[in-house]
Nanobody, 123 residues
Framework: QLQLVESGGGLVQPGGSLKLSCAVSGFTLDYYAIGWIRQAPGAEREGISCISNSGGSTNYADSVKGRFTISRDNAKNTVYLQMNSLKPEDTAVYYC????????????????WGQGTQVTVSS
């Protein structure tokens, strides 16, 4: 059974940092792309980052490039999203998702999703 569970969201001031975690179970991380996708109220889902090729490939949307970093810990079966220099427009529910994948670029669609974790950036 493939499962993904996000954690680490919360309230942070503009310019602050948060680190999200995506704990995965039921599959081998190396065979999947793991993506971070966010959805703000009234907005479409936005894929912001993914990691694939056993961690060898990482990608970022322009909206977060230079501020967010995706990484993984194979021993813990966990993917992280370090978010720095947070802006109010980063406020959203953040999801991690998975798809069987071996390419260097991000999937457009994912097959397995976590429940999401709320990130709110406000003063």
């Amino acid at each position: 059974q493939l499962q993904l569970v996000e954690s680490g969201g919360g309230l942070v001031q503009p310019g602050g940092s948060l680190k999200l975690s995506c704990a995965v179970s039921g599959f081998t991380l190396d065979y999947y792309a793991i993506g971070w996708i966010r959805q703000a109220p009234g907005a479409e889902r936005e894929g912001i980052s993914c990691i694939s090729n056993s961690g060898g490939s990482t990608n970022y949307a322009d909206s977060v490039k230079g501020r967010f970093t995706i990484s993984r810990d194979n021993a813990k079966n966990t993917v992280y999203l370090q978010m720095n220099s947070l802006k109010p427009e980063d406020t959203a529910v953040y999801y991690c998702a998975a798809r069987r994948w071996f390419a260097a670029y991000c999937p457009h669609e994912y097959d397995y999703w976590g429940q999401g974790t709320q990130v709110t950036v406000s003063s």
